[in-house]
């Protein structure tokens, strides 16, 4: 089945983390990705450690996508940054409002993505493809469905190339969200985000906090399989299956996996699905 596949890491932050992600990656690129990303601390407070494991993947010969966060930055800041991811061979970038360390006022020359995407193209013109965040479930901190698609039109029209969605478990909510976006005449690429379920504990509690709704009955199976690791991911398994056969089915354009630095689960679920060299 040839459909395009993407990895997310985030930076590891230990010397024993970083030979992990090395090893996880190699089992990873087996499977041929278009691109591997890297996540950007809030206030690009991993920096450093974004650019550096962005660096490793270029140097394994993989294309490479650094997320790139404005909240709190100033045009200075981001115009000196733009130039380092392109003179590292940097092609793409996941442009995002971002958050602020807590503690943190606001701050900074950018208010919302829109604004970073179109100081991008302003800086560098076409030199890199510009990903964006959609949220098929609304965005937590939008006021309704209709601001959150009119602020992912902004994105759009600034000059975004194409979206990835935050991770959802209700197949229905990326489809009505594609068809919005299109009945809105943006025609850019809506690429699922998908979380492979690795525990219970953790997915919801990172759920609530970002929005991503777990529906009631995918809850309480997991609830209900308690501290059972093995049950939960055997069962994990078998619902990310069904929601990525029936995207692709769908006509997802790709697929972009949310690894959380582990190859185990993404590596079966392409296996299940048949994509991938793996």
């Known amino acids: 089945m040839a459909v395009p596949l993407s990895f997310e890491f ?5 010397p024993e983390g970083v030979n992990k992600l090395r090893a996880v990656r190699q089992q990873l690129y087996a499977l041929a990705p278009e691109f591997c990303s890297v996540t950007y601390g809030a206030g690009g407070s991993t920096q450093a450690g974004t650019f550096a494991t962005v660096q490793e993947i270029l140097g394994e010969g993989v294309a490479a996508a650094s997320h790139f966060s404005c909240i709190g930055a100033t045009r200075a800041g981001v115009r000196a940054q733009l130039a380092q991811l392109r003179a590292m061979g940097v092609k793409r970038l996941i442009a995002l409002r971002g958050d602020l360390p807590s503690g943190y006022g606001t701050g900074g020359e950018f208010q919302y993505a829109s604004d970073l995407v179109a100081f991008i193209r302003a800086e560098t013109g076409r030199d890199f493809q510009i990903e964006v965040a959609a949220y098929p479930e609304m965005h937590p901190q939008a006021r309704s469905p209709e601001s959150d698609l009119k602020a992912f ?13 935050q991770y959802f478990f209700n197949a229905d909510a990326y489809f009505r969200f594609v ?29 609530d906090a970002c929005g991503a709704e777990v529906p009631r009955w995918l809850r309480l199976r997991l609830q209900g399989l308690g501290d059972d690791v093995a049950s939960i991911r055997a069962f994990g398994l078998d619902v990310v299956a069904r929601l990525c056969e029936r995207l692709v089915a ?14 185990a689960a993404t590596l079966e679920l392409c296996r299940r699905l048949g994509l991938g060299r793996g």
């Open 10 to 14: 985030f930076p590891p932050k230990t």
């Open 153 to 165: 039109a902004a994105k759009v029209q600034a000059g975004a190339d194409s979206a990835i969605t």
């Open 179 to 207: 068809d919005e976006v299109r009945a809105a005449g943006l025609q850019l690429p809506v690429v699922p985000g998908i979380m492979p379920i690795l525990g219970s504990t953790q997915l919801l509690r990172f759920s």
């Open 250 to 263: 769908g006509g997802a354009p790709a697929l972009h996996f949310y690894t959380m630095n582990q190859s």
